[in-house]
């Protein structure tokens, strides 16, 4: 990659937060369930906070953006979202719509500045990355001249672990021992030559969105919904309503945005919420398409 100008890169780098997510969608578990069992595994630790609140997932996602970007580490920039109140219905609905959920670290170069967020995401099934399932880790990199590259390798069990520090011991050792004039730095750009390019909020990020509501099941509830998003100017991709859930008159309505930017997507979100007939809060969570678009 030395001769690309990197574009973005996603990865799925906590181990823990993925093999929680591949076994609620195979299995139909619940995320409690699971999380209990990793923690039997040795894949979570006592206090999984790290890494199922995405904490891990954003310092390894600040490194990775500092050296596809010569920026700074600036993991109190990084925007983080766990995974703790992902729910199999949604992994299900996911999967009828042709998408899986990841918990995935991204970060992008853009014309206002570099995107840097830690959040679960809908990936399209027939991506690879969206494959990569158990404890595996992968970055899937976009370079301008060569493309999209995916870089895969197992991310958490006690000799994965163990590896990882020993190369880390071996490159400090290697730096510690070559000729200081002609070291290279750790995060590949000399400090002088770093980036300042701003790290943009998260109200400032465009992508498309999944949805899902508990509404009444009532005429001109959905029209209601429909007209919200689009005098905030979302356009909707799909749109499924399910059959009302037993012993009640409500219903789930999951719908696909197209990219839009977070802050309008916050203001529709609050008026929904407002809507008489629609019940708890709206459940949103990102997609991506990882493409070469």
């Known amino acids: 990659l030395a001769g690309n100008r990197i574009e973005w890169l996603a990865g799925i780098i906590n181990g823990t937060g993925n ?19 990793a923690q039997e595994l040795g894949y979570a630790e006592a206090d999984p906070t790290f890494d199922v ?3 891990d997932a954003a310092h390894k996602l600040t490194i990775l953006a500092s050296i596809a970007f010569g920026i700074p580490l600036q993991f109190e920039a990084t925007y983080t ?3 703790s109140n992902i729910t199999r219905e949604d992994v299900a609905y996911a999967e009828e719509l ?15 500045g570099v995107e840097l967020r830690v959040h679960p995401t809908l990936i399209p099934e027939r991506r690879l990355i969206a494959n990569v399932d158990g404890v595996m880790n992968a970055v899937l990199v976009m370079g301008d001249a060569v493309g999209p590259t995916l870089y895969y390798g197992a991310g958490a069990g006690a000799e994965p672990t163990a590896s990882a520090v020993v190369a880390d011991l071996v490159d ?7 000729d200081p004039e002609n070291r290279v730095p750790h995060l590949a750009f000399q400090a002088d030559a770093l980036s300042d390019l701003p790290i943009l909020e998260m109200d400032q990020v465009e992508t498309a969105y999944y949805l899902r509501m508990l509404a009444e099941d009532r005429p001109g509830v959905l029209a209601e ?10 356009s909707i991709e799909a749109i499924i309503q399910k059959e ?3 012993g009640t008159d409500k219903v789930d ?9 977070e802050a309008s997507m916050n203001d529709a979100i609050a008026a929904i919420e407002n809507l008489a007939a629609i019940h708890d809060k709206v459940v949103r969570i990102r997609m991506e398409t990882l493409g070469a678009d």
């Open 81 to 83: 979202e766990g995974i």
């Open 19 to 37: 093999f929680i997510l591949t076994e609620m969608r195979d299995k139909g578990r619940d995320f409690a369930d699971v999380l209990k069992e």
């Open 253 to 261: 309505i999951i719908l696909l945005t197209h990219r839009v930017r």
């Open 98 to 112: 042709g998408y899986r959920i990841k918990h995935l670290g991204l970060t992008r170069r853009t014309d206002a």
């Open 244 to 246: 009302p859930r037993p």
């Open 172 to 178: 400090v050792v290697r730096v510690l021992t070559s």
């Open 53 to 55: 609140d995405g904490i």
């Open 225 to 234: 919904v429909t007209r919200i998003l689009g005098d905030a100017g979302i």
